[in-house]
């Protein structure tokens, strides 16, 4: 199919005629648990563009929560999952063995920190590896406790959503269900820290609350199976802690031998500027956990330990779907886009560009409270005053509608920030344009 994106396009104010009709359809079908950021109903994309049902043509900033940056149906990409869709679909990997998985588990192993032996599973999303992590860690230390950290996103299910802290309303009514045992600590989000100090300068209160308080009263390390934590807070406004925070609890973890787990699930694949944002804080993960742009939008994640934590029996943990052929096809020609064809190189240019140009926002409007970037991923942060620093959740949520009715796709995060994730092949242009978007849509709001 040919593409002929030139940029964003709005044929008629979103959501059009079409887009209302499938809109009243869903309402009466699917979940009403789902958060619908904008009315946007996708029917096809190329590169860094989605197009709707009425035609509309959108830039997307935000990735499908940084999961297509290497754009949509990217041609390597969709020749591999064709070619593998027409040789082999399924054969289940509890019982048997597929080339795609044995051959991205060894490509892949190679590109995570770590001079030691490893192993991997697959799954099919960032909660599923994110669970398998937490069993390993369990089944290994024979210990029941684990630590997170505050603000952290890591999944759903009642393993993960016991780690997640982003939101009230995923745990609401589950409290009980959960699993057990873990504690949190507060992590460094330096604009808003918790103990009121200033970053550089500070004695990394943050560490020492972990070690004063959590390991010596709420959790020993002789109870704790696991720390985990994501190297940048996606969910929770792309918070972007000091290296020596994130080092600092790898060597908390080392010292009082806990198990460390790194949930890369959204910052892996370049976003960083590193091809895993653990490169650049300099973390060598005891577990680490990948997913979202893995494979291009197909539902696929993979947790890779030190080998010894993964030769558990047989039968301890399986996956029916997890390594499946075709998703692995895909996932394999993303590993191809980002080894042999520079992507990550790629990335870092788009984020010179767009980090350019949102500072630049910045400084023209008071609305923004903070700007956090690194790469790709850029959080800007809206409030009523920087000297209160009190959310602006309401205008937030404008930002978010204004620059959909502009054709500009961006994602909402934490209380009041929004987080940006682009296309890894966008131009110059591109990126100007969607800057270009933001900035009519800021001083609308602040007219």
């Given at each position: 199919?040919s ?5 964003p ?5 979103p959501?059009?005629?079409k887009a209302k ?6 309402n ?6 789902l958060s619908r950021?904008a009315d946007?109903?996708?029917?096809r994309?190329?590169g860094p ?8 043509v959108f ?6 929560i940084a ?10 990409v969709v020749k591999?999952?064709?070619e593998q869709?027409?040789e082999l679909?399924?054969?289940?990997s509890?019982?048997?063995?597929t080339?795609?998985?044995?051959e991205?588990?060894e490509?892949?192993l190679k590109l995570?920190?770590?001079?030691f032996p ?7 999303s ?5 669970e398998?992590?937490?069993?390993v ?8 406790g ?6 952290a996103?890591h999944g ?9 802290t982003?939101s ?10 959960m ?7 507060p992590y ?5 820290c ?5 970053y550089?300068?500070?004695?990394m ?9 959590v ?10 199976a696991f720390?985990?934590l ?12 000091p290296?020596e925070f994130?080092?600092?609890?790898q060597k ?5 031998g806990i198990l460390f787990?790194v ?8 976003k960083t500027g590193y091809?895993?944002?653990?490169e650049?804080f300099g ?9 979202k742009?893995i ?6 994640g993979?947790?890779?330990t030190?080998?010894e ?13 997890g ?5 692995v096809?895909g996932a ?5 886009l ?15 560009w767009?980090?350019a ?8 409007y008071e609305?923004?409270g903070?700007v956090?970037?690194l790469g790709?991923?850029?959080?800007i ?8 620093k009190?959310p602006?959740?309401?205008k937030?949520?404008?930002?978010v509608?204004?620059?959909?009715k502009?054709?500009?796709?961006i994602?909402?995060?934490g209380?009041?920030s929004v987080?940006?994730?682009?296309v890894?092949t ?10 270009k ?9 602040t007219k």
């Open positions: 199919m593409y002929d994106y030139n940029g396009k709005i044929v008629v104010d959501p059009g005629p009709a499938w809109i009243e359809r869903d009466t079908v699917l979940s009403t648990s950021t946007l109903v996708a029917l994309g190329h563009y989605v197009e709707d049902v009425d035609g509309n830039m997307d900033f935000g990735s499908g999961v297509s940056v290497m754009g949509h149906t990217q041609e390597h591999a999952v064709q869709a027409a679909i399924h054969a289940n509890c019982d048997y063995l080339l795609p998985q044995i991205y588990a490509r892949f995570t920190p770590g001079d490893k192993r991997a599973f697959f799954s099919n960032g909660a599923e590896c994110i398998a992590g937490i069993k860690a369990k089944y290994n230390t024979k210990k029941s684990a630590i997170a950290f505050l603000g996103f759903r299910f009642m393993g993960s959503l016991a780690l997640t982003n009230p309303v995923s745990r609401r009514h589950y409290i009980s269900s699993m057990p045992g873990v504690a949190f600590s460094a989000y330096c604009y808003r918790p103990f009121k100090q200033q550089p300068g500070c004695n209160e943050c560490l020492e609350f972990l070690e004063e308080n390991l010596n009263r709420v959790i020993p390390p002789e109870d704790c720390m985990i994501e190297p940048l807070q996606g969910a929770g406004g792309f918070i972007i802690p290296k994130l080092q600092g609890v908390i973890c080392r010292d009082n787990m949930d890369e699930v959204q910052t892996a694949f370049g091809f895993l944002a653990s650049y973390l060598e993960p005891d577990i680490l956990c990948v997913s742009a494979a291009a939008g197909l539902p696929m993979i947790t890779v030190r080998a934590l993964m030769e558990w029996d047989q039968n301890t943990h399986e996956n029916t779907l390594g499946n052929p075709v998703v096809a394999l020609a993303v590993l191809d980002y080894e042999k064809e520079g992507f990550t190189e790629k990335a870092a240019k788009v984020g010179e767009l980090q140009g949102v500072r630049e926002l910045e400084e023209k609305l923004i903070d956090r970037a790709t991923m850029v959080g942060e809206l409030v009523e005053s920087r000297e209160t009190e602006a959740t309401a937030r949520n404008r930002l509608e204004l620059t959909f502009k054709g500009l796709l994602l909402g995060a209380k009041s987080r940006l994730a682009p890894h966008m131009t110059e242009d591109e990126v100007k344009l969607g800057i978007i933001l900035d009519e849509a800021l001083a609308e709001i």
